[in-house]
């Protein structure tokens, strides 16, 4: 099995999409966090409450979350890469038991999903403090509550880094998997919050489990409030981890039962 | 070399009664044959014959319908660590482009838990090293091939798969995979090439399998089903180079001479230089000399017409 571990590890930083993965935390953690600090929130048109409140602050928190979409469409990326290069059949030629491969997969990628929460938090948390110091704000929340949020956002960035990879060993092509993940995350659970009655469902989907996890309502909050429909209401931080970890299970399972008897032609 | 002692009494490759059905379609039905070690052997038919899908049930990237294909003795997958046993090529090009091709030799090697001295090993070994550290994606068809059959030979196995591995090759690329292929073959190797284009590899192999519609038409050594080579001569004096023939004694045996009317001789157990040089000898005159197609050719061209014309 550690054969099969390090041989992924390899493919993964042989191409630039490790590397890229990193970049993109640090641009999304410190980059963005480093920016919507600096305009500060009370600037934003819609204007929002200022980093020196605790809903302002949770809100800029929780927007990082909508940078989920990155790690998912790298896990959908790296499984369906195999296919589209036609390299899976070497891989299974190797490994006739997919299932160990899927496993190896399932396991770099939640550790690249680690690395990239941890330096998307670290730097977001970095970004934040700074500003902070520079601009003379004292935050809305003491400094390990804010570290605790953004390590929350940090570890679901995992969750859904395994999503992409189950959704990938679902769909196959690479170019669908990809649009799907994304196009899911970015447009499609926002565009849920939008239907009255369908938003209730808001809080069960990845989204709202994120969500939870830092009590992140402002968004769903707008929305309702723009369509007049009921105000969403959320899991509690605990539940939602536990509904996202059910997602990750989930997606692995596709992941590794999907390839297992699938004829590779 | 790899070997598996408790097997060895087994042939190499054994398919039997093996079916596969995608649909309604029948790829490859009830085929039974074996592969000898220590030759190359052709695995032959037309396009959509079954060739592809026979040689993925060998190496489980699909699951046959019914019957059984084992390398070995075993079923692909309760092989211990199969890439010490099989190599195997299907795609012509089945690397990320991204990758260099030393990058590429070296997840495999951490896949099969080789030492990463072994990918410098197979690019030397296969004339890449100039190359190693160039992305895969700028690679020519021969370069392709060549990193091709380095991943198939990572574990050093003694079985050898090739799927097509002409198509695409220039002259000069296949006169390197012939050489390449039977110095495997000479090390005991059991190797399995298919193709569809007979001319292309009728050179290189020992043993063929010829199958069409997913079903055995023909196997074993070449030189048998080839049949003897027969030689065509037209000559305005007919019956005396028929006499001169005869009269000669080229293996201890005289040449069976045929006359075709016309002034046509078919020639059976002397070549068209044999016949030529007798005639020369003789001073007959000779008009036309032909060595006729075997009887594999023209049935492969008969397989490959009628596939043509349904
Ligand atoms: N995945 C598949 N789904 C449906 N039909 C297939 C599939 N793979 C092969 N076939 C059909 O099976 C037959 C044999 O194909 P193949 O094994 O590729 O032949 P060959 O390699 O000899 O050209 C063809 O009729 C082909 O169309
Ligand atoms: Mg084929």
Redesign the interface.
Known sequence: MH??I??EF??LF???VGAGLLLAAVLFGGGLMGAMALVGPENFDPPMPGLDTEAGLRAILGMLGYTAFVPAAVGALAVT?EYR???A?????????RWQVLVAKLTTYGVAGLAYGLVLAGTAATALFTVAAVRGISLGLPAGDVLALLARIGLAMVVYLLIGVGVGALLRNQVVAVCVVIGYLYLGEPLLMMIPGVNALYPVLPGGATAALTDFTYLADAMSQEVGSTAVRLLPPAAGALLLTGYALAASLIAIVLPM?R??? | MASVTATDDRPAIEVSHLTKRYGTVTAVRDLTFTVEPGVVTGFLGPNGAGKTTTMRMLTGLVTPTSGTATIAGRPYGQLRNPSRTVGAVFDASAFHPGHTARDHLRVYAAMGGYPDSRADDLLSLLGLTEAADRRTGTFSTGMRQRLNLATALLGDPRVLLLDEPSNGLDPEGMLWLRGFLRRLAGEGRTVLVSSHVLSEIQQLVDDVVVIRRGELVAAGPWSRLAGPPAVLVLSPDADRLAAVLRGSRPDGDPPRVDATGDGRLRVHGLDAAGVADLAAAHQVPVHELVTETTSLEQLFLHLTTERTAS
């Open positions: 054969h099969l390090k041989a390899r493919r042989a191409t630039r890469s290069h036609r390299t059949a070497v891989t299974f030629l190797f490994a006739p038991r008897r004829d590779i032609t």
